[in-house]
């Protein structure tokens, strides 16, 4: 029986969705002088909730040291992963009728790659914006993409942006 509850109904997590081992943290890049010391392995099983079906993988670090200041991956440096959310951006407006007077909020944005499109001047799809990042330093990485959250005006769209989904509240 697993020891980890769901992050969103603490539910117990037992059925397991993916396994892959053992692995080091990601993008915690290995300086010359630490090159001898042994590097931490954390596991890399992803469980699926039989509750709510949200698939998740159980926290083993803290963020800060996942999102460190040497944490290297920006989303928006891969211009077929530009490509792909442009398009998906476009999908989701159409679908979803989404204009001016809406809000999306970006969660785990990274660099706020996807909140780029979602302000388009060229086109209707001018919008409030809003992100959510686990690191810090996204904050102070000087681009601008997206727009701080403002919690008093309620959002009316929620992107995860590693889920397909697009939640209307």
């Not at 944490?71 to 009728?97: C, G, K, N, P």
Request: proline share 8%; aromatic share 14%; hydrophobic share 35%.
């Amino acid at each position: 029986m697993s020891m980890h509850r769901c992050l969103f109904c603490s539910s117990s997590l037992q059925e397991v969705f993916a396994d892959l081992g053992m692995s080091p943290l990601s993008n915690a890049f290995v300086s010359p002088e630490h090159a001898s010391e042994v590097e931490l392995f954390f596991p890399l099983t992803a469980y699926v909730c039989h509750e709510c079906l949200l698939v998740q993988v159980p926290q083993f670090e803290v963020p800060e040291r996942i999102f460190s200041d040497t944490y290297a991956y920006f989303s928006s440096f891969s211009d077929t992963w530009l490509a792909h959310v442009r398009q998906y951006v476009d999908e989701m407006i159409a679908r979803y009728h989404i204009g001016p007077s809406s809000h999306a909020i970006e969660i785990a944005s990274n660099d706020g790659y996807l909140l780029q499109y979602f302000g388009r001047p060229r086109t209707a799809h001018a919008l409030r914006r809003s992100e959510v990042s686990p690191r810090s330093q996204h904050f102070s990485t000087p681009r601008p993409r997206g727009n701080s959250l403002n919690p008093a005006k309620p959002p009316i769209f929620f992107l995860a942006t590693m889920s397909s989904r697009t939640y209307r509240i």
